[in-house]
DNA sequence: TAGATTGTTAATCGATTAACAATC
DNA sequence: TAGATTGTTAATCGATTAACAATC
């Protein structure tokens, strides 16, 4: 919409933890901030704080600062779907368990609306008042509740085999925790990968060669 | 040591995939690969596999491409720690038992001595054959065991109290789940940062505007 | 030899930072 | 008005991609 598509990556990623910080501040009562303020708060520059604000819309006032308030709701309107996304949870291991609670009662914009696994022992069973559904009834799952977002808390060996059928059940989005790799697939399929493996890999390299 | 302090944090966090690609092919019994079909498989260009290559010291061969079990050990070599490194882990919530799961049982070069939690209820409670420890009991634990990274699944306000007492224990690596910002601390301080609600934002963000 | 593919330099691209006129 | 701080353009920096001679 309008010229939201001028926002880059590196700017999204960055929008929610301006969100955090604005929230901090609100919290604290304080009325307006400026980008030389907050760049301290932050640990980058004022410059970069200007150049992402400016994507906002104009909010900031010469001589004055940032308005929190303001900011606060131009950064919830342009991070938070207006209807939360139903989203379905693939995996019920302790990562799954882990971020179906996060899902359920931290995580706004999202609603869990289901929990899938393929093993005998966790079908059935109850997280964060879901019941676990079995893997082999989620085509009819998606028929009748059509969610828009699937988070893989699987293997990645379990993901091949799944991403396939997810997006035949017209899933587009997904939050991917295993290392299957979506690159080649369709541009309309977005993607947001956490990689705990290669996160804590980067951490034993950069100890072993003192880089920082 | 040597020459890796030419390597870039970009590089250094495409290195892990590359060895999780290179264990794949070494595990279908492939002897050697070219940048570009190592490329298309990962969704990047030759030219950027090469260039990153270079780096582990031209193990390349022009006509032939790179040899697999060379790859391995070179990537291997760079990566992990000679000795395992010692860490504990802070906060032993549904993300700490997962975490502590992973590093338990699946991570490399790592080796979880103790966990920690300042709550009553988690005190005393088995995590992975893990007794979880008081956190008062948390400085004595290190100047017995002086641990070299520490692990934080625990909220912002826990953190932010946490790390430097942390710091004062001798610890200067951490693996942060938390939103605690280290922006400004000593430049000996290594922290690897995974911020899942930042990217759980980012995708809703990207959904919202139709940005892949 | 001819074909393939590297290592490496040069060109391009994009993101970050600096600068400064506009203005509160 | 003077001081502060924005919005925005220009300069810099770094990372990615392209190109190609060297060579297996």
């Known amino acids: ?11 999204i990623r960055r929008l929610p933890r301006y969100l955090r910080y604005v929230n901090m ?4 009562g304080v009325k ?4 030389r303020e907050l760049a301290e708060l932050l640990g980058t520059t004022a410059s970069q ?12 006032r010469q001589g004055i600062g940032y308005p929190i308030d303001e900011l606060k709701r131009e950064l919830e309107q342009r991070i938070y779907a207006e209807t939360p996304l139903d989203c379905i949870l693939i995996g019920a291991g302790s990562l799954g368990s882990a971020i179906a609670r996060y899902l359920k009662n931290v995580a706004k914009g999202y609603n869990l609306i289901g929990i899938f ?4 022992e966790k079908v059935g069973a109850k997280l964060e008042e879901y019941t676990c559904l079995n893997i082999d009834t989620l085509s009819e799952f998606c028929i009748n509740h059509n ?3 699937a988070v893989l808390c699987v293997p990645t060996s379990a993901a091949e085999q799944m991403v396939p ?41 950069r ?6």
């Open 1 to 11: 919409m309008d010229k939201n598509n001028k926002v880059s990556i590196p700017v």
């Open 25 to 28: 501040l609100e919290s604290e």
């Open 32 to 35: 307006k901030v400026s980008s």
């Open 49 to 60: 704080v200007r150049q992402d604000f400016n994507l906002l819309g104009g909010l900031g």
């Open 117 to 120: 696994d393929n093993s005998e």
């Open 147 to 149: 969610p828009v977002v």
């Open 165 to 205: 059928e997810l997006i035949k059940c017209g899933i587009k989005n997904f939050w991917n925790f295993s290392h299957y790799n979506f690159a080649k697939l369709n541009d309309d399929v977005k993607v947001e990968n956490v990689h705990i493996r290669e996160s804590l890999e980067a951490l034993s390299y």
């Open 207 to 212: 100890i072993k060669h003192e880089i920082n």
